[in-house]
């Protein structure tokens, strides 16, 4: 009921910059957080930063200070500029959203990710 559509992964070189964008579309009653999360080869999905409706925001250590999240909540997107990026940030990046659907159930939703990689 809720889609995830992620763009504006690629191939950048060591110190370059990414912008992810996330766009929900679906039976949306309300949003409540989204955020990123990633998964590099051989290793687990790992949380890469969050975002709360009120705009609060939550990173992993590895990229505080290089990476910033925020959202448009008309446009149900969830954006992800990345910055000084290094080659151990190369990961499928995967969207996610949480909230309310038009007849009051809960949702959890992923998007299908979107590759970066980082060239050194």
């Known amino acids: 009921q809720v889609q995830l559509v992620e763009s504006g992964g690629g191939l950048v070189q060591a110190g370059g910059s990414l912008r992810l964008s996330c766009a929900a579309s679906?039976?949306?009653?309300?949003?409540?957080?989204m955020g990123w999360y990633r998964q590099a080869p051989g290793k687990q999905r790992e949380l890469v930063a969050t975002i709360t409706s009120g705009g609060s925001t939550k990173y992993a250590d590895s990229v505080k200070g290089r990476f910033t999240i925020s959202r448009d909540n008309v446009k149900k997107t969830v954006y992800l500029q990345m910055s000084s990026l290094k080659p151990e940030d190369t990961a499928v990046y995967h969207c996610?959203?949480?909230?309310?659907?038009?007849?009051?159930?809960?949702?959890?939703?992923w998007g299908q990710g979107t590759q970066v990689t980082v060239s050194s």
């Open positions: 996610n959203a949480q909230g309310i659907l038009d007849w009051g159930n809960d949702f959890i939703s």
């Open positions: 679906g039976s949306i009653f309300k949003m409540n957080a």
